[in-house]
């Protein structure tokens, strides 16, 4: 058996999805499963080249994003030509994996040609909402006249929460159809352990590590400092980029606490480990109910865990127990944050000067891509193994 893992312009994902990528298929051929990442790409491509990642270059194929209509429909095209040239070389032992495709009356079409190898989708959101929340119409289009093709004639489905798959089945039409959920995890030695500063109940240092968009909810974070006036000094580190910048800053002026908001841009290595020394306590995603979604799993919050930071969230997330020690639930909805229960948490975990040890502890036993990727290997080979 072999995995090809096929995707658009590897060099152009977010950084988080490189490496989750990578991870994914390092561990597959830890587990003596063959796999490869093939990015679809141009010959203008620059971007280094990594280990397990192959670069097929397509011609004609522009690694710069087009503006036109035109254009994006020509990229469309040719991608689907090259989905279906690697379809047809694969054997029926091979399975090619890939993230959530955008739909097209041409992948509908390759998609249900006759073919021997398995080809299996990993969701890892709603796209429907998240395209209504983005205003992303013309996808809302092309997912209503042809997003039910893409569960309907694919192989198996991959989810990484329950409510994502369970979606994602049903849209398929087939409540028998192959699926798992298995939720994002981390390379855990990939990170250190936080050695962290003690929380005195002076100043409170609060750290966001995320490519910053609506659903992450830092908004809400922030008139929540807008509103507090306690004695105790907030301040917000913001390591990342993100479409939500400008309209947080705009945020932050107009409330008149720019003082207390430090953006950083993409931070990593050293400067990144000495965020998480200096900050008591992170930031996941506290806007997911804007996505109409219950449930998460995003990876920013596998590396709070890994490295040892308590953080706050709005939402469940079913790789950790509700009543997990080292996560504050908020509310879901569009209430500014309330610091004093911050600040409370933080006074909380604080007094067990081993959080750190522990919530590593956990990471290694719950969350490392080497336990994630023994359940895809054993869906994967389930599925090979079924009759057509």
């Known amino acids: 058996m072999k995995v090809i893992y096929v995707t658009m312009f590897f060099g152009k994902q977010p950084p988080g999805v490189q490496k989750k990528m990578v991870s994914q298929i390092k561990n597959l051929n830890n587990l003596n499963l063959p796999s490869m990442i093939y990015s679809l790409t141009g010959k203008n491509d620059n971007s280094p080249p990594l280990p397990y990642v192959h670069k097929m270059i397509i011609p004609n194929l522009e690694y710069h994003s087009p503006k036109s209509i035109f254009a994006k429909k020509r990229r469309t095209e040719i991608r689907d030509s090259a989905y279906k040239n690697i379809i047809a070389t694969l054997n029926a032992d091979e399975i090619l994996y890939t993230r959530i495709p955008y739909p097209s009356r041409l992948t509908s079409k390759v998609l249900k040609n006759p073919r021997k190898c398995n080809i299996v989708i990993e969701y890892q959101t709603i796209e429907y909402y998240e395209s209504l929340l983005n205003g992303d119409y013309p996808r809302l289009l092309n997912d209503f006249f042809y997003g039910d093709d893409i569960r309907k004639y694919t192989d198996g489905i991959v989810g990484v929460t329950d409510e994502i798959t369970q979606y994602e089945v049903t849209r398929s039409g087939d409540p ?103 900050c008591h306590i992170a930031v996941g995603t506290l806007g997911m109910h804007r996505k109409r979604l219950t449930q998460t799993s995003e990876l920013k919050a596998r590396e709070y865990c890994a490295r040892g930071i308590p953080y706050m969230i709005s939402c469940a997330d079913p790789d950790f127990p509700d009543g997990f020690s080292y996560i504050h639930r908020i509310c879901s909805d569009e209430s500014p944050v309330c610091i004093e ?45 079924k009759p057509k």
Request: charged share 20%.
């Open 176 to 278: 028998h159809k192959p699926h798992i959920t298995i939720g994002n995890g981390i390379n855990v030695d990939s990170v250190s352990v936080r050695h962290p500063v003690p929380f005195m109940g002076k100043d409170l240092h609060l750290l966001c590590v995320a490519n910053l968009r609506r659903w992450h909810g830092l908004d809400r974070l922030i008139q929540g400092l807008g509103t507090y006036h306690g004695p105790v000094t907030v301040t917000l580190h913001v390591a990342g980029e993100g479409p939500e910048i400008p309209q947080l800053k705009k945020l932050i002026n107009d409330l008149g606490i720019s003082g207390q908001v430090i953006f950083y841009g993409f931070t990593t290595g050293k400067d990144l480990d000495e965020l998480f020394n200096s």
């Open 341 to 385: 229960t911050i600040i409370e948490f933080a006074q909380g975990v604080h007094e067990d000067p081993d959080h750190p040890q522990k919530m590593r502890a956990y990471a290694i036993g719950h969350l490392d891509w080497s336990i994630k990727m023994k359940m895809l290997k054993a869906f994967l080979e389930n599925l090979v193994d």
